[in-house]
Nanobody
Framework: QAYLVESGGGLVQPGGSLRLSCTTSGFTLGQSAVAWFREAPGKEREGVACIGNDMSPKYYHDSVKGRFTISKYDAANAVYRQMADLKPADTARYYC????????????????????WGQGTQVTVSS
């Protein structure tokens, strides 16, 4: 059974940094687009970053541009997301998801476009 495992979440103060990791089980990332989504209480799940199967292109939600960086390492079957200058509005449960080639759709990707998910990791930004 194919699935993803996220790690690296936690409690951080505003302005702090975290690195989230996403690793695979049961499949390889070489031919997969991978996206990070987040879901805050009372809000819809939204995409924050997406990376194509060849480690490019990369797409970011406007609210995280310049602060979040997504990277993909096929040899390690891992995707990382470095988050800097975190804000309370970034508080959410973060999920990584994988799909076939091209699923970032030029940045217009949606949760329904991704069939394989992890269980998520909680990020809380608070002083």
């Amino acid at each position: 059974q194919a699935y993803l495992v996220e790690s690296g979440g936690g409690l951080v103060q505003p302005g702090g940094s975290l690195r989230l990791s996403c690793t695979t089980s049961g499949f390889t990332l070489g031919q997969s687009a991978v996206a990070w989504f987040r879901e805050a209480p009372g809000k819809e799940r939204e995409g924050v970053a997406c990376i194509g199967n060849d480690m490019s292109p990369k797409y970011y939600h406007d609210s995280v541009k310049g602060r979040f960086t997504i990277s993909k390492y096929d040899a390690a079957n891992a995707v990382y997301r470095q988050m800097a200058d975190l804000k309370p509005a970034d508080t959410a449960r973060y999920y990584c998801a994988a799909a076939g080639v091209g699923r970032c759709y030029g940045g217009h990707y949606r949760p329904d476009d991704f069939p394989t998910w992890g269980q998520g990791t909680q990020v809380t930004v608070s002083s």
